[in-house]
């Protein structure tokens, strides 16, 4: 008595390894290029986060005259301005070390800094949604203090969304372009399989298949590898992305400057697109290569 | 059932290899292809399972004008034939169970529906001990019976078969010869194309001979 499971109409590839190779190398770029849309975006979400809804009051020293006795007198005058003005929840003057702080990346850390002239910061944090008129607050602060300068941060949100969405669609393009290659790719492949299996295909045909069912045998079968393959590409990107954020957890910088490139376990779930979009690529390509070749046999 | 009028046939630009073919092949009729090597009997059986178009001419099958057929009819006109190809055509990768079984799997039918009938056929052709068998470990008189089993296994209204007995003993050749016949008593129409003479003789069918291209002789038994 046979088995119910019928035989495979098209054999295992043994060719079939470098198509698998390079999908598994296109997913671990397009998931890369996935995971590095989605840190640029929280980078982007939180700097913005981070910045609206406040003030900065930079008190400058003067050009003439001593400068600290000015700099209190100025960022007293400041505070109190601002802790009176309607929309204001808290201002706030950083202190020394704290200014310190913010300069040391470019300055270093060292006793130069302690020489150096250093303007007075005051952090305003303003109520949610208070409309401020910022030009008549920039005035008043003037009068009251003629050195300081009001800072609402406006140009740098803006830059910094355009650099953030520069970045995501950056990332996009990037997997416009692995999809085109990896499609290019299964493309090649299948024909490759069609000229290898012609005769199957030919058998297939003279004894009455429909074309979808000589296409299901050919589609099936690269989704399979593209799913197989890009999981292990999918899966290679999730790991060194893992390692960035176990980095940050030791308390290891990777890259200065940059945001931290460990991902959250809801953007890894993302990553899990990859094999499916690779998938599907490999599907449908498959599907239209195999119908295309069919029409053209009588 | 089948109706050829002045068919002609050329591969590319070369010189017409079948010439004004005029014949109709009545339905439940049993006719034998004959003629020498190069006389166009393999393009003839090529036109007939729709594996070419003619060059010229109307074929009529089913009762369909294939010229005026859509394309999309001639997959479940194809399934209605069964061949058996002078190479066999044998999947190297599939049983030889599984090979008998492809038309039955195309035509829509779910293996527990055909596995009895799939091993009562192979095990009719005497290959009951090699289900699992692919055809490369098979001789060559056994693949031509998996070729055999497969084209008659889903009872095809027409079958075209080339040389089914050229590699098989004459006790085997005997027992196909009876299938061909049983089969044929049960409705399906049968053309083999063989130069064996002694099967011609035997079978007291009708002889279609062709000559350089052309249909030169329909001798009908007499009864």
């Known amino acids: 008595m046979m088995g119910s499971r019928p035989g495979r109409i098209l054999p295992r590839e043994a060719g079939a390894a470098p198509l698998e190779v390079v999908i598994a190398v296109m997913a671990f770029l397009a998931a890369l290029a996935l995971g590095a849309s989605l840190v640029a975006d929280r980078a982007a979400q939180g700097w913005r986060a981070g910045l609206s809804g406040r003030l900065t009051v930079q008190v400058l020293p003067p050009q003439h005259g001593a400068a600290e006795p000015s700099l209190t007198n100025e960022t007293n005058a400041a505070l109190s301005l601002l802790q009176k003005t309607s929309g204001v929840v808290e201002a706030r003057a950083l202190s020394q070390p704290e200014i310190e702080k913010l300069v040391e990346p470019w300055l270093g850390a060292g006793t130069v800094i302690g020489d150096l002239p250093l303007p007075r910061m005051i952090d305003v944090t303003l109520q949610p949604g208070a409309k401020i008129d910022l030009p008549a607050l920039s005035q008043e602060l003037i009068r009251a203090a003629p050195d300081s300068v009001l800072d609402d941060h406006s140009r740098w949100i803006v830059r910094l969304r355009t650099l953030a969405d520069a970045l995501v669609w950056c990332a996009y393009g990037i997997l416009a372009l692995i999809a085109i290659a990896t499609a290019s790719a299964v493309a090649f492949a299948t024909r490759a399989g069609l000229e290898a299996h012609h005769d199957i295909v030919a058998l297939l045909h003279q004894m009455g298949a429909h074309s979808g069912f000589i296409a299901r045998a050919f589609e099936w079968h690269y989704l399979v590898s593209a799913l197989a393959a890009g999981a292990v590409g999918g899966v290679c990107a999730m790991g060194l992305f893992m390692a960035a954020g176990g980095l940050e957890w030791a308390g290891i910088e990777p890259v200065p400057f940059l945001p931290p490139l460990g991902l959250h376990p809801s953007e890894l779930a993302w990553l899990i697109a990859v094999p499916i979009g690779a998938g599907l690529i490999a599907w449908a390509t498959a599907r239209i290569s195999v119908l295309a070749a069919l029409r053209r046999i009588y | ?223």
């Open chain 2, 1 to 223: 059932m089948l109706r050829f009028e002045n068919v002609g046939m050329r591969y590319g630009a070369g010189p017409e290899v079948l010439r004004d073919v005029t014949f109709s092949l009545e339905g439940g009729s049993f006719t034998f292809l004959t003629g020498a090597s190069g006389a166009g009997k393999t393009t003839l059986l090529r036109l007939m399972i729709l594996a070419n178009p003619p060059t010229r001419g109307l074929i009529t099958l089913f009762g369909h004008d294939l010229a005026t057929t859509t394309r999309s009819v001639f997959p479940s006109l194809r399934r209605r034939i069964g061949v058996v190809f002078q190479d066999f055509r044998l999947l190297d990768h599939l049983s030889a169970f599984d090979n008998v079984a492809l038309p039955l799997r195309l035509a829509g039918r779910r293996p527990g529906d055909y596995t009895h009938d799939v091993e009562e056929l192979l095990g009719w052709v005497g290959l009951g001990e090699k289900l699992n068998s692919r055809p490369p470990t098979l001789s060559g008189g056994e693949q031509q019976r998996v070729a055999i089993a497969r084209a008659v296994v889903a009872r095809p209204d027409l079958l075209v078969a080339d040389e089914p007995t050229g590699n098989v003993d004459a006790e085997i050749g005997e027992r196909l010869i009876r299938l061909f016949g049983e089969l044929n008593r049960l409705g399906t129409t049968v053309l083999i194309a063989t130069h064996d003479r002694s099967l011609i003789e035997r079978g007291r069918a009708r002889e279609m001979r062709l000559v350089d291209g052309r249909l030169v002789e329909l001798r009908v038994p007499r009864s």
